[in-house]
């Protein structure tokens, strides 16, 4: 059992940086498979961004080149830094992880946060 909590969420406005963290409840070692979702009203759940135990990244479209993804295994936690904010960025990001690394692919991931909410105002 993993429990993960997201933290840093808040309002900001458009064109500025947030960073956003999701810690683990116990080691992130075994997590092969860790990733940042959000949803937004009316919206289906998509995926931001995800990473591998060995560093690969992957990143929706629409955030390539303003969101980073990045994880501290000796601090269970994984980051996301959010960078030239859109309004279309505002939703729910959820954290989750996964041991298998087939999650990374599939997004079907078997533990996820309760999520934090990201504002971004025009």
């Not at 933290?7 to 810690?23: E, P, T």
């Not at 629409?62 to 939703?91: C, H, W």
Request: proline share 2%.
């Amino acid at each position: 059992q993993v429990q993960l909590v997201e933290s840093g969420g808040g309002l900001v406005q458009v064109g500025g940086s947030l960073s956003i963290s999701c810690a683990a409840s116990r080691t992130i070692i075994s997590m092969n498979a860790m990733g940042w979702y959000r949803q937004a009203p009316g919206k289906q759940r998509e995926l931001v961004a995800a990473i591998t135990n060995r560093g690969s990244t992957n990143y929706a479209d629409s955030v390539k080149g303003r969101f980073a993804i990045s994880r501290d295994n000796a601090k269970n936690t994984v980051y996301l830094q959010m960078n030239s904010l859109k309004p279309e960025d505002t939703a729910v990001y959820y954290c989750a992880a996964d041991p298998d690394r087939s999650a990374y692919y599939s997004g079907r991931y078997h533990w996820w946060g309760q999520g934090t909410q990201v504002t971004v105002s025009s």
